[in-house]
Nanobody, 124 residues
């Protein structure tokens, strides 16, 4: 059974940094796609960042480009999201997603596996 467990969320002030972690168990995703999405109250789940480890590619939404960095540790089956210069509009529940294959990274329906989410709140 595949499980994704996120950690690292919290309450911070605008301009602060946080690092989210997502550890997968039950499958090695080092050759597949792992991503971060977020969902704010009353809004749809939206793409944040993704990595396709097989090709070493990373992808970012324009709203976080230059501030967020996705990285992975294949030995630990873990993907990270380093979030710098946080803004109040970054407030959301952040979800880790994974799939065994290379998938369209920005589409939530592409992913077979999801974590439970971790809350990130940025105060102004």
């Amino acid at each position: 059974q595949v499980q994704l467990v996120e950690s690292g969320g919290g309450l911070v002030q605008a301009g602060d940094s946080l690092r989210l972690s997502c550890t997968a168990s039950g499958h090695t995703f080092s050759s597949s796609t792992m991503a971060w999405f977020r969902q704010a109250p009353g809004k749809e789940r939206e793409f944040v960042a993704a990595t396709v480890w097989k090709f070493g590619n990373t992808y970012y939404d324009d709203t976080v480009k230059g501030r967020f960095t996705i990285s992975g540790d294949g030995a630990k089956n873990t993907v990270y999201l380093q979030m710098n210069s946080l803004k109040p509009e970054d407030t959301a529940v952040y979800y880790c997603a994974a799939d065994r294959y290379v998938v369209p990274v920005k589409i939530p329906g592409s992913y077979d596996y999801w974590g439970q989410g971790t809350q990130v709140t940025v105060s102004s």
